[in-house]
């Protein structure tokens, strides 16, 4: 019983399964339907965490959403932030390289006019003035980051060729645009395939270096 309170009360609290994971607020559960959504996350992330634990007997069909829905799952959505984020981090990285300070000057026209749009809309926020180059790469989406760092893919100490880096990020970006629309996988062949490809460009950018070389 410890065991089973211990790990329901880290799932409350988990970024992917929790009370207020992605864009869910606990506090908005106000009817049966929503309430229901809750409670299914909660399970589908316990038997992921423990599936010798939480048997198919506890709580009977539940739980195995992340299975049979063709929904993107909000733990789906986090790892693209987070491979977003990366790849930001490791565009910066490559253009220093090629000069200090503006760096944004080393990007040709096109990502320099994204940049220029988002600035923009912005300036009715904030003072865009004391922006860092760094903040500026938040307004170029993913598909306009990944091409930049392909472009200086020799900069890199990947650990897979660059035509299949190239092949597998096309399924992570089909995800994306699922995300952006919003749409649920088209199929449950395509889900797989393009969770699989987000899986091995996650791990190939883990393990990304820059060049000692350059």
């Known amino acids: ?10 799932m409350i609290v988990s970024k992917d ?21 809750f409670y299914s996350d909660i399970i589908v992330g316990l038997r992921e965490a423990s599936p010798t634990f939480f048997s198919p007997e506890f709580a009977p069909g539940i739980g195995f959403e992340d299975y049979t829905s063709l929904k993107i799952s909000s733990k789906t959505k986090r790892r693209l932030e ?3 984020f990366q790849l930001r981090a490791a565009c910066i990285a490559a253009l220093e390289l090629e000069g200090p300070k503006v760096i944004t000057k080393y990007l ?3 990502y320099q006019n994204a940049i220029e749009i988002g600035l923009e809309q912005e300036k009715n926020w904030s003072d865009i003035t004391i922006f860092t180059e760094e903040k500026k790469f938040e ?3 993913l598909s306009q980051l990944f091409e930049i760092m392909i472009k200086r893919f020799d900069k890199f100490d990947f650990t897979v060729k660059k035509s299949f880096m ?3 990020f096309k399924d992570v970006q089909l995800i994306r645009n699922a995300i952006a629309h919003p749409r649920d996988f088209p199929s449950y062949n395509a889900k797989k395939a393009w969770l699989v490809s987000l899986d091995q460009v996650t791990e190939w950018f883990k393990l990304m270096t820059i060049k000692e070389d350059f």
Not at 1 to 10: A, D, N, R
């Open 108 to 110: 040709n026209s096109k």
């Open 1 to 10: 019983m410890y065991k089973f309170g211990t790990e329901i009360s880290e």
């Open 139 to 141: 307004y170029l989406t």
């Open 17 to 37: 399964y929790g009370f207020f994971a992605g864009e869910k607020d606990i506090r908005k559960a106000g009817n049966q339907s929503i309430r229901r959504d």
């Open 166 to 168: 190239v092949d597998r």
């Open 82 to 84: 987070e491979l977003e």
